[in-house]
Structures are given as structure tokens and as C-alpha cells.
């Protein structure tokens, strides 16, 4: 199943009922940023925030800090209730922003105290946030649209944030029933429409928030599984600073994130331009940012620097004066999005300018030199030196896959991307499309098809071995690319018949091409010898030369000797096409014309002529010898109707003397 955590979605509902207008009773003093106060003034009262206020001013914040760090894929649908559902904003990317909510927030309001607390209830938001939730955002509808077949396979998570001042443990009670009905009615709503799904898994957040100085009427209660789809839990805060520490901690728990603190970071007093103070900035950052660190032992862990954060544990890096010498500079192990804790201090506003300025800095604490030439070793344990010896190098399709693999931790996330990247690579197979196989110093058109996408797995598969003892996530990648390469028995069969076949086709047209070339070479060289011989032994030979009554002959290729024709059948090896046709050929030819009766009644080639005088004087013996060779040259040859070489040997025996 497709790896939409419970993150993807988070649907916020603020209660904007009128007990939300009671104030937190946090005061706020106004009088001290007064410099002077003349005589007879009377000083400023202090003022405080309604608890809708602090929900609003935290829920901001938390929205920023997860807007920060994750600018896509972390979507935020917020809800505001009272008589009736205010829904802010949707799952589309372009209204994930706070200032469209802030703006949205305005046009809202306050809460009306003077207005009847019977017809208001967070229900209605809570209603609204779980029917938010079935409906399907564009990154899940781009998963589904990608999956086709497979669709089922996009999970549906999500997550509400509820902001409200309940009366008792069995209104939350009374609240979670209500959820947990909702998404039982909304999920078979779901199950027969295109257009929505069926929550798998949702998590509820309840926060009590109750005025300074009051007893809380709901106890704290853990993460509690309602159901196999729903899991509930309660924060009872304060309001004011409390409220957002508790919101911080939260959004550090449900996307991952970690602190860290630069500490003793120099800055000019604005009453005193020459001179300067130390600071600390708390950061927020993802968790792997911290990977390196823990594994190395160099994890230096102290309290939270910062009074209101309510943070438990962060990562203190001390500032130190940037260096231009390049020895000096640290190694950089990765790069993470970071937001302040506090952004409105004088302390993070300057040090965010002072980043965004492209200036360098230095924090002590960074992953030493031995830790930077680790992470190049990992990198390089596969690495093709030159282009044309690489195959998943020149393809986009194993980009994802190949820049995941390097890095020393795999999230599930991470092992689902590369697991996708196998399964595209399997249906290019299935399609056979070309891949980038280089031909540098091979002849033809280079390798097949099928063996191409054999070198291509098994380079992906050394690149993935040479990485698969870092951790188990990295096993299952392997896991994955060796299942896909085992195809059923009928397949590979399939494709092994298919090879053969080709095989054959191509060794066919090679041998064809051999025979006829061999054919007319081997003919060739048997007439030269013959020629050669005829000239080394003339007296034992007598050449007829052409007479002017001889014919002229015809440019018609000779047909071969009866003795050297081989049917095609008894033909060893595969035939080329030439050979077939040359041979059918030559066939229909030798019966358009008469045989010659001495051939047809010759022994070895030898033909016994004038048989009668033989019989009559019983001394003489004429014998001819018939060779057939085909023309090739201008000789003093007799050329017979069948436009063959015919060689006439005679040897006359009289009274046991041999004359010529």
C-alpha cells in the first residue's frame, strides 16, 4: 500500500463558541514599553488574551513551523465551529499558507460572548473535519492515477487537531463517540463513490485550554485506540505561553522534528552600537539532521535555552567566527529546512537575515573529517568511470532509486520510492522499451533487447549489493529487485524460445552467406589448379583450341557437374535465400535441354569412345575424360552446347606401343 501517513493530512478545528471569548488571564503589560513617563500620567492597565486568541496565535505557529520545514506534501485544512462550519481553506498546495488563513481568520472574527451557547458546538466541526478528510487530495488522486489497476493501494490517513474548552472528561468522552460514528457513516459513504475514501486510520488530538489560574475539569489521557481506525488522546494546558509550548511539542511529535540551539551567537546592542551581546536561537529542523551526530557519539544534549518552548531535550552547536581558509572549514554531511522556534525575536529575525544574506557560518559540534570521508566511500562503492560503462546512469527512470540507495538511513517512505522505481522498471521490460546501451566498439546494431535489460538488472543489482549490508530497509530493495527478475517458468520459457529463434534466424543468414561465398571460392580454386596442372604437364595433354566455326558462347552461368550437385534437402546446415532460388534455378534449367549421352553413360567421368573400332582391331582404346568447370577465363577450350569446359584425353595402344 502506497505510504500516505497520518501526517499527510491534518484537519485543525478551533471551537469559536462564546465561552471561547473568556479570558486567559495571562496579563500583558503595555506601560513597560514606554520609555519615559511624564508626571501626572496615568500608567496603562494591563491587558489580556481570550482564549480564542491564544488558540488562534498557536495554531498559527504550528502551521508555520510544518509550512517551513515542509512547504509540500504536509497538508492543513482548517475549521472553525460555532453555530454553523467555517471551513477555511481546502487540500489544494495553493492554499497551504498562512497568510490566506490569517486573512480568512479576519474576515471570522472573534467570538460573540452575547450569543446563545445552545446553538453553538464544536460537533459541527468535528463532523466537518472527518468528511475533510475522505475527500482526496491531489498528491493521493496523482498516486491513484499513476496506479491505474492498482488503486487500492493509496492509503487514507489523517489526523484532527481540536481546540476547545471542554466541561468534563464525559464531554471528551461524548466527543470522541461522535468522531468515531462519523467516520463509520462516512466511510460507507465513501466505499460507493469515485470521489472519496475510506479513512483507514485517524488520529484525534484533544486540547482542553482553560484559563491561568483555574482548576482543570479534564484529565491528561495517553494515546488511547478507540477502534482499529480511530486513536484518541488529551492535552490539558493552559492558555497563554503553556498553550504554546504544548502545540511546539506536538508539532515536533507528529512530523518528526528535532532542536537544536546555536548558543553564544555575537549581536550589536541597539543602545550601544559598540559593543555586543551573546544570544542562543532555537531551531527546529527533520530528526535526521541529528543522524550523524548519535551515531558518532558527538551528541551533546542539554535542556531547552528557551524559557516558553516547553521543549524536553535539544542539540546545542556553539557559533563560531566563519572562516575563509578552506583547511579550516568543516565538511557538509547534508542540507535541512530549518524555522525558529521563536520567530519574532530580535535573535532569530537577525539571525534569519543574516542566512538569507548568503552569509557562511560555522557551529562547532559538525561531523569531523573521518565521518565526510565514510559518507564519499558510500557514495563511490559504485561508480562507473566513464559514461558508456554505465546503463542505470544514463536512464531517468532510476534516478529516484539511485539517490536513495547511497544514504546511510532509509525511511518506509524511502524503501516505497525506491520498490516503485523496480515495479516502472518491470513494465518498461513488459513494453520493451529501448533502454541507453551504449554501441562504443561493438559491430552492428549491438545487443538484444532482452539482453540489454539483462545488463541493466544486473548492474542495478550490484548497486543495490554493494549498499545492502548498511541496514534492513536496504535488504528489502534487494529483496524486491530479485523477485521482480524471477519471472514464472512459462514466461522465461517463453522468452527462451523466443532467443532461440532469433538465434537461428540470424546463424541461417550468416551460414547462407558462407556457403555462396564458399561455393563460388571453392570453384574458382578448383579451376585454377586445373589450369595449373595443364600447364605443368603439356606433353600429356592436348588443349583443342576454338576454331572460327566453334559457337559463341552464351553469358549464361554454367550449370555444375551432376556429381557435385547436392539436392537442397541433403544440404547440411541452414540455407540461405540466394541458395534456395540458385538451386531451383539450376534444377529448371538442366531439364530444358537434352543430357549429353557420354556423361550419361560415363564411369567416373570417363567415356570410352569409338567402341567399335576397339571391337574390330581389339588394339585401339579411346578414352575421354569429362570435367565440368565453369568459365571463368579465355582459354583455347571446346565449348559444348551445355556451355561446359569438355577436357579430351586419348591414349592409343598399338602393338604395345603408346602413341598421341
Known sequence: MRMFSVSHKTAFVVDHCPYMAESSRQLIECDMLTKSRSQGVIPLAPVSKSLWTCAIECSMEYCRILY???????????????????????????DQNTHGLMAALTAVGPPNPRQDPECCSVLHGLVAAVESLCKITEYQHESRTTLMDTADRVANRGRIICLTNAKSDTHVRMLEDCVLETIQEQNKRAAGSDRLMPIQQCELVLVHIYPQGEETLVSDRQKKELSSVLS??????????YLAGKLNVLVQQHFDLASTTITNIPMKEEQHANTSANYDVELLHHRDAHMEFIKSGDLHMAGSTSRDSGLKETVTLKWCTPRTNSVELHYCTGA???????????????????????????AAGRTP??????????????WPMIISQT???????????????????LTDEDVLTCQKTVYNLVDMERKSDPLPIS???????????????????????????AHVGTSERHQRVLDCISACRSKPPEEEEKKKRGRKREDKEDKTEKNGKDTEEKGWTTDSERLKGV??????????????????????????????????????????????LLTLWTNRITQANSRKHQEFAGRLSSVNNKAELYQHLKEENGCVDLTVSLTVYPVITLISLFFLSTHC???IRMDVHENGKATR
Open 645 to 647: 569446359v569438355l577436357f
Open 391 to 409: 546503463t542505470i546512469f544514463n536512464m531517468q527512470a532510476v534516478v529516484p532509486l539511485a539517490n536513495l540507495i547511497v544514504k546511510d538511513t
Open 439 to 465: 554501441t562504443v566498439g561493438s559491430r552492428g546494431k549491438g545487443p538484444k533487447r532482452d539482453e540489454q535489460y539483462r545488463i541493466m538488472w544486473n548492474e542495478l543489482e550490484t548497486l543495490v549489493k
Open 369 to 382: 573529517v573521518e565521518r565526510a570521508k565514510s559518507q564519499l566511500e558510500r557514495y563511490t562503492r559504485y
Open 68 to 94: 517551513d520545514i515542509y512547504p509540500t506534501w504536509k497538508l492543513v485544512n482548517y475549521i472553525v465551529s460555532d453555530s454553523e462550519v467555517h471551513i477555511l481553506n481546502s487540500w489544494k498546495q495553493e
Open 531 to 576: 589450369m595449373e596442372r595443364e600447364k605443368d604437364e603439356p606433353s600429356e595433354c592436348e588443349i583443342i583450341k576454338d576454331s572460327p566455326d566453334s559457337p559463341e558462347p552464351l553469358n549464361k552461368k554454367p550449370r555444375l557437374a551432376t556429381e557435385e550437385q547436392q539436392p537442397p534437402e541433403k544440404s547440411k546446415g541452414p540455407v540461405s
Open 336 to 362: 535541512y529546512r530549518i524555522s525558529p522556534v521563536d520567530v519574532n525575536s530580535r535573535p532569530s529575525s537577525c539571525l534569519t537575515n543574516f542566512l538569507l544574506n548568503d552569509s557562511m557560518i560555522d
Open 232 to 241: 484518541s488522546e488529551v492535552h490539558s494546558v493552559r492558555a497563554g505561553r
